[in-house]
Nanobody, 124 residues
Framework: QLQLVESGGGLVQPGGSLRLSCAAS????????IGWFRQAPGKEREGVSC????????YYADSVKGRFTISRDNAKNTVYLQMNNLKPEDTAIYYC?????????????????WGQGTQVTVSS
């Protein structure tokens, strides 16, 4: 059974850090590109970062460049999102998603499988 499970969310003060994990099972993980998306209340789901299946090349939205780092451990079927210098505007539910292609595409419709999401709240 194909599954993506996010973890690592929580409440953090501005300037703090969190590391999100996305654990995958039930499909050939190393052949899938993985993306992180987020959705704040009243807003559309937006792409945050992506890591390609083959090359491991990465992509970041402008709003998180220099603060977030995506990485993958194919031996553990897990993708990580290290989030540093968090801001209140980073508050959202964060989702990981998988697509069976080699390209990083930050469009929700391009992803085949989704996790259930993990809440990140940045507040003092």
């Amino acid at each position: 059974q194909l599954q993506l499970v996010e973890s690592g969310g929580g409440l953090v003060q501005p300037g703090g850090s969190l590391r999100l994990s996305c654990a995958a099972s039930g499909f050939p993980f190393d052949r899938y590109t993985i993306g992180w998306f987020r959705q704040a209340p009243g807003k559309e789901r937006e792409g945050v970062s992506c890591i390609r299946a083959s090359s491991g090349n990465t992509y970041y939205a402008d709003s998180v460049k220099g603060r977030f780092t995506i990485s993958r451990d194919n031996a553990k079927n897990t993708v990580y999102l290290q989030m540093n210098n968090l801001k209140p505007e980073d508050t959202a539910i964060y989702y990981c998603a998988a697509r069976g292609g080699a390209m990083c595409v930050m469009k929700t419709a391009s992803y085949d499988y989704w996790g259930q999401g993990t809440q990140v709240t940045v507040s003092s």
